[in-house]
């Protein structure tokens, strides 16, 4: 008689789950959501012990992930470092600082003291953007379009200062 009832009540809960599936998902991760406001630290330990337990597992969904989601995530990419290269140029005046030249496409972060090159190797570009932006530094940074800025790579100066020194 015991067994009768079991099975009655799972089949009853299998239908309520099928029925309210939306409701429950809902009434689920609005739990969750909560918990992870409660306690975050709690939370991010858990997730990466987990991780590390199950290292491999990980990694193998990743890259499956990138793989079917791959021009997704470029797009992604390209325009997170679009956002973050105009708030850098924003910031740091937005024109060169030497014509004064404005559009954004012929802008570039300039090494005021050299040592981009040396920079890049060491960090991603978007890297060094996010720096640039999150501890601004005008003694370090400045904007300069692109023939200004090939005109210091090459020569160390810039014709523009040349004609304004000569005026």
């Known amino acids: ?19 309210h599936r939306e409701e429950i998902r809902k009434r689920n991760r609005e739990w969750a959501r909560k918990k992870r406001e409660e306690n975050p630290e709690k939370i991010n330990k858990y997730q990466r012990e987990r991780r590390k337990r199950n290292r491999e597992a990980f990694l193998k969904y990743s890259r499956e992930y990138y793989q079917k989601n791959r021009e997704h995530k470029l797009q992604v990419k390209k325009e997170y470092l679009k956002r973050i290269r105009e708030a850098v140029i924003k910031g740091y005046g937005g ?3 030497c014509c004064g030249e404005s559009h954004y496409e012929f802008l570039a972060l300039d090494h005021r003291n050299g040592g981009g090159n040396r ?16 501890n601004y530094n005008p003694d370090k940074y400045r904007i300069l379009c692109h023939n200004c800025n090939s005109a210091y790579a090459y020569y160390g100066y810039c014709p523009h200062n040349l004609e304004k020194t000569k005026e």
Do not use: F, G, P
């Open 1 to 19: 008689m015991d067994e009768i009832i079991k099975n009655k009540n799972k089949e009853y809960q299998r239908r309520y789950r099928e029925k």
């Open 95 to 97: 024109k060169c600082a």
């Open 119 to 134: 920079e890049r190797k060491e960090k991603s570009v978007t890297e060094i953007y996010r720096d640039a932006l999150k």
